[in-house]
């Protein structure tokens, strides 16, 4: 039993050794969820009788908080996960319509495995992209189906700084979200 | 070691600012809410009352004045005669009027019909089709109009809006009590009805009541 430890130990150690520099965590922060913006409405109309008797939609939106991990198989190659969450709330303004108004909050929490894959760039600046596919579940007050399919792909995204810390920046569209997102990352 | 401060400072501002939860709301209000939410009816119905109403009255006041003057029309109408002649038809020809295309026709002394069918914008948003025939009678302060009308808009949603036909008193006055040019709804005396559908479905029925006092109307829902 002693010499199974003492080879699950040596072998854990060779790892690391071995795998210096190939785990990767980032943090980020992105504007809008898409959530969000499918679904506020912003102005609504004096003068459209459809904004006067449908529900108006009028929320608030937080800031995405994501979190991603890599492993780093090879120069151009990683594999990991992020990790979401996001999360608005507001009013539904039924205005004219038959409804008393009511009031709106939802959570979003998402986890999507992706690829990450690096372009170009070795020195300070690197450019890479990712796609990612998972799972999102919702919760609140007015969710219909609080788990769903969710995807993401990231055409461009900007590592610069040092290799062990550096700033992150990139443009990603998706059912998480739609624009950018900026972070710091970790190579460990 | 100095850039790393700078670029952690930076991050942390950056972090810190972004967590600010965002005001996103496109319109905020002050007051109690069903009277706000009454106020955008009574606006609409405002917009009927005071914009498509008083463009068709504007429109056949030039034309009065282009006959009275016997000047030309400069293109603004296509002309049949003179305006006050019974029978007599002149149609609005003008790209930059909100009705072009009205077709203004003589009753007979001191009265007019006019009749539209096209796109008519309240704001350049809500360009949809409307329909309307107005009968304007000229009275001693101004005009005694009874109208008919609807307009299809967005999402299945339509309106039909009158001056209460068959009531006691189907007509609105539109009212220049203080002379010159033409006033508008400040100075009007009756009432208009809405109907708002929803594909076939009744959704509401309201009512503006204008009591004929500069800025007076009131709004009814529900009828």
Redesign the interface.
Known sequence: MKRIILFFCVSLFAFCLNAQNRHELSVF?G??STD?IKQ?D?????????D???PHY??????VLTVTYHYTFNSWLSVGSQFSYGSMD?EI?H????KQ?EDFRKETYSLLPEAKFRYCGKGHLRLYGKTAIGLKYSTGTHVDKPLGFAWEVTPAGLEW??HK?Y?VAEFCWGSVIRGGR???GFNF | MKK?SL?SIA?IV??AS??T???????NYVGG?SAF??S??K??MM?IADNIVTDALDELELALLVDNIGSQSGGHFITSGSIRTEGSKWTVKADDSMLNGMTITCNGENSWKMQFDGKYA??S??NYPTVFDINAVQIEEGWRITLGGSRT???G???EFNTGSGTDVDYIDYLNIYGGDFKGWNFMKGELYMI?R?GDAV??ACCLVFSGNPGSSTYH?GL
């Open positions: 922060i504007g809008e969000f506020d912003g102005y609504a109309s004096r003068e459209d009788l459809m006067m008797y449908e009028a929320l608030n939106c937080g800031p507001g303004w205005k004219l319509g038959s108004d700084g040092g810390f700033g900026i972070g710091v | 790393i670029f991050i950056l972090f972004a967590c939860k965002g005001d996103w709301l496109g319109d809410r939410y009454n955008d009816g606006s609409y917009n309240f704001t948003d809500t808009e967005r999402g949603y339509s309106c708002v929803k959704v509401d829902r």
